[in-house]
């Protein structure tokens, strides 16, 4: 592993994401809940690299969620959206190369992400309100998403959930 990628790893406390694989580590969850259990915001901090691997698998949320970037290299966000179109949308350092620095992904699109390939890591947020819960989570499987959005059959390939880890752990 590279040194750089060590110490990010250990300075943010990054672990495993279950279903999807990303690391990242919960930053905050607030106290104010607008139900039992629901918190009305969390955010969280992620890093994309190919050693140790990390990205992020398709899913989709039943919440917004705004993605941050913060440093390093670009990565990539496929967006699926209900209508049946796609998107791709690069979050990274360069604003004037056509890069985000902030992108709202509106529930329901189905999502994946990773590092644009040459980059070392992609270091980013993510935040909703209301807040994270498993419940807001679903994971797109291979036959799912091909069926649906067949032009994007070799991002699904890479990117799809197994079949058997589509709801997110308590």
Do not use: K, N
């Not at 209900?82 to 992108?103: K, T």
Request: charged residues 20%.
């Amino acid at each position: 592993m590279h040194p750089t990628l060590r110490r990010l790893i250990a300075l943010h406390g990054l672990t495993p994401l279950p279903v999807e694989g990303t690391l990242f580590a919960q930053t905050y969850r607030s106290t104010h809940e607008l139900a039992p259990g629901v918190p009305a915001g969390t955010a969280m901090i992620g890093l994309y690299c190919e050693d140790p691997p990390s990205r992020s698998l398709f899913h989709r949320l039943t919440r917004d969620e705004l993605w941050h970037f913060y440093a390093g290299d670009p990565l990539r966000l496929i967006l699926l959206r209900p209508d049946g179109s796609s998107e791709d949308v690069i979050l990274g350092p360069d604003p004037l190369r056509g890069h985000r620095s902030q992108y709202l992904i509106p529930a329901g699109v189905w999502q994946a992400g990773h590092l644009v390939p040459g980059g070392l890591y992609a270091l980013y947020g993510c935040t909703l309100a209301p807040g994270f819960t498993p419940d807001c989570f679903e994971g797109g499987t291979r036959a799912a998403l091909t069926a649906a959005y067949p032009a994007r059959r070799e991002d699904i390939e890479r990117l799809a959930c197994p079949d058997d880890g589509v709801r997110m752990p308590d």
